[in-house]
């Protein structure tokens, strides 16, 4: 809990509930949540999936997350079915993307 509650602060999420040594932390985004759970006994189940957050600025929240000492995927790039966005796996190695709309 303490690596992935130490990520999303470094990235600005607003923590609401929880913490490093909690069970469960909430954080806020946008008008919704973004929910972590503790559970030491499980393993990662294999699959694949990746959460979305769009943000005014994909550049500035690149810059962020390198700052952090974090390393994205690639660079933001715009992306041919109308998007700007980059990737980047939390500590548990869960795939991030930040994306904003391209001007129409």
């Known amino acids: 809990m303490a690596r992935a509650v130490g990520f999303y602060r470094a990235l600005s999420f607003r ?7 909690s069970d469960f932390t909430s ?3 946008g008008p919704g949540y973004l929910n972590l759970q503790l559970d ?6 294999p699959g694949w999936g990746r959460i979305v957050f769009w943000v005014d600025d ?3 929240m690149y810059e962020r997350v390198v700052a952090t000492g974090y390393r994205p995927t ?4 715009d992306a041919p079915w109308g998007e700007r966005y980059f990737h980047v796996r939390d500590p548990d190695s869960h795939e991030l993307s930040f994306a904003k709309p391209l001007p129409g």
């Open 15 to 21: 923590q609401l509930y929880g913490g490093p040594d």
């Open 27 to 29: 954080f806020a985004v």
């Open 40 to 45: 030491a006994g499980s393993r990662p189940s």
């Open 58 to 60: 994909v550049d500035v």
């Open 74 to 77: 690639a660079a933001p790039s």
